[in-house]
């Protein structure tokens, strides 16, 4: 019946829950004992009003099981054990040296709980000095959702990480809630406007509305706009034309590994 069927669902979905930490946590055993692990840093890159490379961000994925599963599946998880702090230091590793190595600004992204945490601020000054990567070319990518939690403390991290040069971008605006007042308040020079105001923007005249106000907003703001999910020509020529500054997107440039991404540079 029904109820049985919803119980073995349930039972079904919490083993694989059980065994995705389980694997997660070998992960990180492997990362420090410094053996290779399934863990990979992929860029993404962003162009500039010419559409030449100005930047990338760093996504992770993970090869488990000969399968490359994507973030959406297993942060929330790494979140909820506060794998995510180990998680994320590894990424900045892989970060550092590329921001070092091509003197181009990188993206990093941060979740709620790794922000929060006692070390966070620490830690990124250790590691980027570790690589002598420059601190203002670090892009560190937060969601409005860390706005919600105790604002003096959030504010207070900002403001030491940006004195020293780091830059703060706010990803998926619009999304969540923002209390704009607020976010003025804090030392964030980059606001993302999410792929689903780019896409929706194309299909109905009150949403290209919406898309117009948020762009005017954020120059109102002086801050930087960052348009992602960019997956047509038209999308890019109406963006860049609206006086948005970087675009990110499929139409461009999809995720790749660290060394695929180096060589596009190249080319
Ligand atoms: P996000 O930060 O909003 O990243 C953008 C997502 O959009 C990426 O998905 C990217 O692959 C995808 N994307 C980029 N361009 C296009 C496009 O033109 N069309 C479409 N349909 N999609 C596009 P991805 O890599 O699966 O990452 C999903 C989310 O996982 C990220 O969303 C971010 O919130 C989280 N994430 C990824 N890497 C990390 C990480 O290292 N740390 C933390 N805490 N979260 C991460
Ligand atoms: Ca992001
Ligand atoms: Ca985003
Ligand atoms: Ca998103």
């Not at 794998?83 to 941060?110: D, H, S, Y």
């Not at 999308?235 to 990110?248: E, F, H, M, P, W």
Request: proline share 4%; with cysteine.
């Amino acid at each position: 019946d029904q109820v049985q069927q919803y119980r073995d669902k349930m039972i079904s979905s919490i083993q694989q829950d059980y065994r995705l930490e389980n694997a997660l946590r070998r992960e990180l055993a492997n990362i420090k004992t410094g053996k290779a692990s399934g863990f990979e840093c992929w860029l993404q890159s962003k162009v500039d009003d010419r559409y030449r490379i100005a930047g990338a961000e760093a996504l992770i994925r993970w090869r488990h099981d000969n399968e490359l599963i994507r973030p959406d599946h297993f942060i929330p998880v790494a979140e909820r054990l506060g794998l995510i702090i180990p998680i994320g230091e590894w990424m900045l590793r892989q970060v550092a040296p590329v921001i070092k190595a091509t003197g181009l600004p990188i993206a990093w992204n941060v979740s709620p709980k790794q922000f929060l945490h006692e070390q966070f601020a620490d830690t990124v000054l250790t590691v980027m000095r570790e690589y002598n990567a420059p601190l203002s070319l670090l892009f560190i990518e937060i969601t409005e959702n860390l706005l919600l939690h105790d604002h003096d403390k959030v504010r207070a991290i900002m403001h030491q990480l940006n004195s020293k040069g780091v830059n703060f971008s706010l990803d998926d605006f619009g999304t969540g809630y923002s209390n704009l007042r607020r976010l003025q308040l804090l030392p964030v020079s980059e606001l993302k406007i999410d792929r689903e105001f780019v896409q929706n923007a194309f299909e109905s005249h009150r949403d290209r509305n919406l898309l117009d106000s948020m762009i005017l907003m954020a120059r109102h703001m002086r801050l930087s706009i960052v348009a992602e999910g960019v997956e047509t020509q038209l999308q890019a020529d109406y963006l860049r034309d609206s006086g948005v500054d970087l675009l990110q997107g499929f139409h461009f440039h999809k995720p790749s590994p660290i060394p695929d991404w180096l060589q596009t540079l190249d080319n």
